[in-house]
């Protein structure tokens, strides 16, 4: 968008409306004084355009390129091989706008796209509902959490049990969303990334929810089919974070009899973009419709018969009572969903799950060279992320690794204080070569002595 500048006239004419004498005191209206700052600003001589265009790329020439490093970093945002016709298609000028299509009759492709988001969203977690979208994978858990709690007829406010390991991130967004309510969170421990038995008698009887992440932090995946039916019969409602990949090699949580699935959509034709946007998911069960937060598009028939789609739902509190919106969460996510549903178009059922397999070798591959040359943290079988433990410090080594090109991983002890600081997380998908592997472990024997 341009940036057309007022007159001096026109600022004149504005500031004599207001009955204003100039603009500081304008500005005097809304901010403090104390939050003003009075002394000269420390900036270079005003640019043309041209020259602020030639400083920016002189800056921009200083970022290493990524075409010259070989990552394998991930715990939750990955690089996945995006095909050229997401790009092509979601950067077609109609599909630019990130404004939310509340006139059906101007919004029709808008809102197609949305729609097969949320079909595509409710086939791979095995639903029959899937909204809109969310902010990404940590506000989906934490507003599934909220909506389990207006579901639940359990006494107020309740706790959720969380299966650990659960990623750090999540953990903070939740705490934060949960605060405010006085919900309390009670962890369960696990050992190398797999959650302990769950004793169904230890179950708080005001426990109304219990978080579930598939894989888990470590990357392991496990089969928690045991401990979903211990809390089903306790009456507590599910929710599971799941890998989107994942989900086309195991049987979906919406077929296990989970109540709430949510999840990172990025993998899915989303590039990285240095952290985002990112793209959340949620499906569920259709009889929790009215407790679902954000928006859902919905299909219907015009006057003449002919195949049309609406917002049906939108609980939040700009279209109705502040009372009895189930979230104020609202976001246009229309442009990343639009590119995770080409992603999953583009490859198809078959072509899907060929992806997903070719990711869980490259994993098991990872975990078996490492297993060489160092002892693994997490649980086979892993998908995408495998955690082993080093000799020295991980984000030492991590800056080693930069002089060879390589991004060796992510430390764990960023991500959460807590964790051991010899802890790193190593992430591979279908771009990973084996050769890459290969080189990683040669680098990392050498570089962690």
């Given at each position: 968008?341009?940036?057309?500048?007022?007159?001096?006239?026109?600022?004149?004419?504005?500031?004599?409306?207001?009955g204003i004498d100039s603009l500081d005191d304008l500005?005097?209206?809304?901010?403090?004084?104390?939050a003003r700052t009075r002394r000269k600003l420390n900036l270079e001589k005003p640019l043309s355009e041209a020259e602020v265009a030639a400083h920016l790329e002189t800056l921009a020439a200083r970022n290493a390129s990524s075409k010259g490093f070989l990552s394998f970093a991930g715990a939750g945002a990955y690089h996945h091989f995006v095909p050229a016709v997401v790009d092509a298609i979601i950067s077609r000028p109609e599909f630019f706008t990130a404004y939310?299509?509340?006139?059906?009759?101007?919004?029709?492709?808008?809102?197609?796209?949305?729609?097969?988001?949320?079909?595509?969203?409710?086939?791979?977690?095995?639903?029959?509902?899937?909204?809109?979208?969310?902010?990404?994978?940590?506000t989906a858990l934490a507003e599934a959490v909220l909506m389990a709690r207006r579901l639940s007829s359990k006494p107020y406010p309740g706790k959720v049990l969380v299966f650990e390991p659960l990623h750090p991130v999540y953990k903070k967004v939740l705490a934060t969303y949960l605060?405010?309510?006085?919900?309390?969170?009670?962890?369960?421990?696990?050992?190398?990334?797999?959650?302990?038995?769950?004793n169904e008698n230890k179950i708080a009887p005001d426990c109304f929810a219990a978080v579930i992440s598939q894989p888990g932090f470590y990357g392991t995946i496990y089969d928690y089919r045991d401990q979903l039916k211990k809390l089903i019969e306790a009456g507590v409602l599910t929710i599971v974070v799941h890998d989107p990949h994942l989900l086309a090699l195991l049987e979906p949580p919406g077929k296990l009899g989970a109540d709430i699935c949510v999840g990172e959509a990025q993998p899915l034709g989303n590039h990285l973009n240095f952290g985002g946007p990112l793209l959340g998911f949620m499906a569920t069960k259709k009889e929790y419709l009215r407790?679902?937060?954000?928006?859902?598009?919905?299909?219907?028939?015009?006057?003449d018969g002919n195949r049309v789609f609406v917002m049906t739902l939108q609980t939040r509190e700009q279209h109705i009572r502040r009372e009895k919106a189930t979230s104020n969460i609202c976001t246009?996510?229309?442009?990343?969903?639009?590119?995770?549903?080409?992603?999953a178009s583009w490859l198809g059922p078959q072509?899907?799950?060929?992806?997903?397999?070719?990711?869980?070798?490259?994993?098991?591959?990872?975990?078996?060279?490492?297993?060489?040359?160092?002892?693994?943290?997490?649980?086979?079988?892993?998908?995408?992320?495998?955690?082993?433990e080093l000799n020295g410090n991980a984000e030492e080594?991590?800056?080693?690794?930069?002089?060879?090109?390589?991004?060796?991983?992510?430390?764990?002890s960023k991500l959460d204080p807590e964790l051991p600081s010899n802890l790193l997380m190593v992430s591979v998908t279908e771009v990973t070569l084996k050769d890459d592997i290969d080189m990683l472990a040669r680098i990392i024997a050498e570089e962690d002595r």
């Open positions: 968008m341009d940036y057309i500048p007022h007159s001096p006239e026109e600022i004149k004419s504005m500031l004599e409306e207001l500005v005097a209206l809304a901010v403090p004084e104390k939310t299509p509340y006139q059906p009759e101007a919004s029709q492709g808008t809102l197609a796209a949305i729609f097969e988001f949320q079909t595509i969203i409710a086939e791979l977690t095995g639903f029959e509902i899937a909204n809109a979208s969310m902010y990404d994978g940590p605060e405010p309510h006085e919900i309390a969170v009670q962890f369960l421990s696990h050992t190398r990334g797999v959650p302990d038995h769950l407790q679902l937060p954000g928006r859902l598009v919905g299909e219907t028939v015009d006057a246009n996510e229309a442009l990343c969903a639009l590119a995770a549903t080409v992603y072509g899907f799950r060929e992806l997903s397999k070719q990711i869980l070798l490259k994993t098991d591959y990872l975990y078996e060279k490492f297993e060489e040359i160092r002892k693994v943290h997490s649980l086979k079988p892993c998908f995408k992320d495998v955690v082993v080594l991590v800056d080693k690794c930069i002089k060879h090109g390589v991004i060796a991983g992510v430390p764990l």
